[in-house]
């Protein structure tokens, strides 16, 4: 065997490491984006899936619970409205009056019908500029 | 549109086409037509301090254990003869000034006794590695 | 009336490209030197008309101008003047003249620089320049003009975004442009090689200090980023794997890549084509990131929403890469190694195998990023991927090339033996064993990867510092000097290694930084009424109400709490709300307690009653501050590399062809 080859063949052993690495960290961690209202019309389908939604927050549904740290709002898509519970502190701009466009990342509890975040992003404010355009 | 803008562009307009034009209007000049090579001593002195460089990097890197035995040697035996020569054309290049013959043989000579002396110190290294 | 300046002088610099392009073109057609001289002018034209146009827009900024839509939207009346100068690359139409503007100003300077050697280079190289030029002054000409008008008066502005206030928000972008934008010169240098089938390094020698001074900025503009995200948004870590975030580490990762492999290329002219290829992903990359930010076709809290220009960016994007790979194959005989592999355990091999790590840790994150629309695409359903699986994947092998750069150093050129090897990082290893043993043992929790890390960290710091200290002694042996003559000289003769070096120990503290954050968070939310305490790792805070203050015209309320250790006070922490007089909603400022252990990270989330109860988020953020200190280390280093002079300039070569 020639010294190329070999040497082919060492660096495809570390290719495929990295590639079995990323297939298996992949399967653990994959998600579907989906919208509120595949969610709010066939939520059983994801029940177990890590999903990412994004939707617009009524600014009048949030709640916020001290006690327990916890904050409860909900997301629209223009047609569906979907309950959205999130563990942790209000972010910045979530109520907004104007309704903030958040990111959520978690899982959708059909039977509650109730998104559980695992996070809640709000969009860069000053960069909606395709809503006025 | 307001006139201070209209002037104000007619001289950013007379700047581009100033710094555009300007070179098109030169006559051609002889040299473009025959652009004769390059050989400027520039070069050379150039390959003299890569070479040179090169030697002292290979001592360094053979002390610091980062090239083997055999590659030190096979390097050295290439780039020494190669440093005599760019002295050797840079003499001629410079014209043969009796002065200049002396120095250069100066050099060779002094170069060919430091790799003799270099290469009897590796024989007696390589020596004492091997029997310790 | 400085609007309609501020336009018109974009498009005469569009009309000069285009003009400067035919002439370019024309030089190579012809061999006429006056052509050469008059699109190099050209050049120079249109780096003083964008300088031009942009001076306008930074006088309309600052004279709160409002006629202008780009000014009513990002500035306000009470903005500071250096934000107000900020909002120059707040939004996608300055963002992209800021592009424009830099790319001009490199390109002139490419083109006027006097460089003999590149004479047959030149006329391509400016060629590919111009090229860039006239997309990015179309771009910004027709499809993102900065200089629209509002349409209607207005009294004041919207101001700006109050997450963009803040000083890393100034630096950040700025320098994240010009090292995205840099990339461009060693990519039309590399372009117009192809092109001439200039086989040699030429290339890349006349590039280096391009390539290494945009990998520079793009280090500094990440790390600012991160610094922004840290002190800004205020979730406790300073990287979220967003995919803006990504766009800007990808070229990153390959530049890294690129500006190590060269240097076997400079060495022993192995690995042409592979550099080729990567400066051409590079530059590739860099457009991937503003197609990223400016299409909103993938989610991401940072990008600027749905337009069009992302397709125009797609299209410029695939023109290029198109353009560049089919040069590169169909030019491939041409570029054929000089020498091969001597041996598998060799410097160059290692090259190769960090090479490898960075580019496929690249590949991964790309394919993260990217994967929603891939998936949305072929399936019809957008996957997503998470933090944690870039995690999961960029960590570990990211954690190797920590590794692989403590071996690199040692390894020798051409022929290395497996004894050798052993021996030179026998004792760095060894000395690195209690490190791994001590974090695992004094944090207990049973976890095995950061107390690995830490000791990888030790091992590539201690052979780095091996390696300059026998340097020493051997030079001081050679040349019979003192020791200090001897590192002195040592370093300032090859200020590309030891530069180099210094910028391995900036990562090797970042990394710490890194895995001490990521490794070992320690959070906890608290509602606390006044009086209360919260504890948190030895910490003990009390609340003490709320207090109000006036900064400039924003509002301020701010919760003052004493901060106790081991019963000794150590200060306070003042975490606020900052209420901006254009915007209803406040913003979160973090207040930050550091020390070179550990950062206090204390959020004031919320309040009610009047402040008589408060919801306080705390977090300990282990070596922190490392991460900062490592980016001065990693700056100082590159500069100490590039700084003109002797000792920068390239090194020796171990090539048996004559050069």
Partial sequence: MSKKLKMTLGALVIVAAMGYLMITSFSSSAGFQVSISDLVEKGSKFQDDYLLVEGKVLPETVVWDSTNIKVEFVVTDGVNQMPVLFNDVVPDNLDHEDGAEAILRGKYDHDGGIFRADSVETRCPSKYEAAED | MDPVVIVAGLILLGISVYLVGVPLLKPLAEETKTAKPAVSTVNTEEAKEIIFATLAEIEFDYQMGKLAEEDYLKLKGEYQPRAIQVLRSQAKAKGDSPQFVKDRAAIEAELEKELEQELAQIRKDLQKSREG | MMADLGFLALVIALLVAVLSFVIQVLSIKTGDKRFMESARGGMGAIAILVSVSSAALLYLLVTSDFSVLYVYRYTSLSLSLLYKLSAFWAGNAGSLLLWALVLSIYSAIVANSKQEQNKKLMPYVNLVLLINNIFFLLAVTFFANPFAPTGGAVMDGRGLNPMLQNPGMIIHPITVFLGYV??????????????????????????????????????????????????????????????????????????????????????????????????????????????????????????????????????????????????????????????????????????????????????????????????????????????????????????????????????????????????????PFIS?????????????????????????????????????????????????????????????????????????????????????????????????????????????????????????????????????KDGKLLG????????????????????????????????????????????????????????????????????????????????????????
């Fill in chain 3, 182 to 427: 840099g990339f461009v010169v060693p990519f039309a240098f590399a372009m117009a090689a192809l092109i001439t089938k200039d086989s040699g390094d030429l290339w890349i020698k006349s590039t280096r200090r391009w390539t290494v001074l945009a990998w520079l900025f793009l280090s500094i503009g990440n790390l600012y980023g991160a610094q922004w995200a840290y002190t800004e948004l205020g979730w406790g870590g300073f990287w979220a794997w967003d995919p803006v975030e990504n766009a800007s580490f990808l070229p990153w990762l390959t530049a890294t890549a690129f500006i190590h492999s060269v240097m076997i290329q400079e060495r022993k002219g192995m690995f042409k084509i592979w550099n080729m290829a990567l400066i051409i992903v590079t530059y590739i990359l860099t457009l991937f990131g503003t197609y990223i930010v400016r299409s909103g076709v993938i989610t991401s809290v940072h990008a600027f929403g749905v337009s069009q220009q992302g397709n125009l960016f797609l299209g410029f994007l695939t023109l290029m890469l198109f353009a560049s790979v089919g040069l590169l194959i169909w030019r491939s005989d041409t570029f054929k190694e000089e020498k091969e592999f001597e041996s598998y355990l060799s410097r160059e091999s290692s090259f190769l195998l960090n090479n490898l790590f960075l580019v496929g840790a690249a590949f991964a994150v790309f394919w993260g990023t990217i994967f929603p629309l891939v998936s949305n695409w072929v399936k019809g359903v957008a996957v997503t991927v998470g933090p944690p699986f870039f995690n999961q994947v960029a960590g570990p092998i990211l954690f190797t090339t920590l590794f692989l750069m403590g071996i690199c150093p040692v390894i020798a050129w051409q022929k290395s033996n497996f004894k050798k090897l052993v021996k030179s990082i026998l004792w």
């Fill in chain 3, 432 to 564: 690195s064993l209690p490190v791994v043993a001590a974090v695992y043992f004094v944090k207990g929790d049973g976890q095995i990867w950061q107390p690995l890390v830490f000791g990888i960290a030790a091992f590539t710091a201690l052979v780095h510092l091996k390696e300059i200290i026998k340097g020493t002694l051997v030079r001081s042996k050679i040349r019979g000097d003192s020791l200090f003559q001897a590192f002195w000289g040592l370093v300032s003769k090859n200020r590309r290694r030891y530069g180099g070096y210094l910028v391995h120990l900036g990562t090797v503290l970042i990394a710490l930084a890194i895995v001490g954050t990521m490794g070992y968070p320690t959070e906890t939310t608290k509602t606390v009424q006044i009086g209360e305490t919260i504890e948190i790792g030895g910490y003990t805070l009390t609340y003490q109400g709320l207090q109000e203050k006036m900064f400039e015209n924003k509002g301020i309320v701010y919760a003052e709490m004493p901060v106790v």
């Fill in chain 3, 572 to 659: 306070s922490v003042a975490p606020e709300k900052v209420f901006y007089p254009e915007f209803e909603q406040p913003t979160t400022e973090v207040s930050i307690m550091g020390g070179f252990k550990e950062d206090l990270y204390v959020v004031l989330s919320s309040w009610s009653q009047g402040g008589e109860i408060a919801t306080i988020k705390i977090n300990i953020n282990p070596l922190m501050a490392w991460m900062w200190i490592g980016g001065y280390l990693l700056i100082i280093g590159t500069l100490f590399a590039v700084w003109p002079g002797r000792g920068s300039r390239l090194g020796p070569r171990y090539k048996s062809r004559p050069a």
